[in-house]
């Protein structure tokens, strides 16, 4: 069972970037594919970002496409979302999720919550206009 734990939101003004980290332990990292998730108030938890098992394959919401990106790193076990060109609409609790996959998914990538099965605790990134 894998442990996920956020780093790096607070609080930026519109235009800004920030950058967001997610730390893995407690299993193979390299065997899951990886998601960003972000819920603002009374707003439904939503995939901004995800990227494949294998790296090779990544989704962005049309939100965040050309501000927003994802990287990982497996030998670090870590996931980094970059956040640039923020806006106050961006203003959430961010979430990072994994999910176990198979081989033969490794090109996969994963947008709705519920096909998650690990997730981290959030970080509040709050963009001030």
């Known amino acids: 069972q894998v442990q996920l734990v956020e780093s790096g939101g607070g609080l930026v003004q519109a235009g800004g970037s920030l950058r967001v980290s997610c730390a893995a332990s407690?299993?193979?990292?390299?065997?899951?594919?990886m998601g960003w998730f972000r819920q603002a108030p009374g707003k439904e938890r939503e995939c901004v970002i995800a990227?494949?098992?294998?790296?090779?394959?990544?989704y962005i919401a049309d939100s965040v496409n050309g501000r927003f990106t994802i990287s990982r790193d497996n030998a670090k076990n870590t996931v980094l979302l970059r956040m640039n060109s923020l806006k106050p609409e961006d203003t959430a609790v961010y979430y990072c999720a994994a999910k176990p996959v198979d081989t033969y998914r490794r090109s996969s990538y994963y947008t709705k919550p519920s096909e998650y099965n690990y997730w981290g605790q959030g970080t509040q990134v709050t963009v001030s206009s």
């Open positions: 407690g299993g193979t990292f390299s065997n899951y594919a």
């Open positions: 990227i494949s098992r294998s790296g090779t394959m990544t």
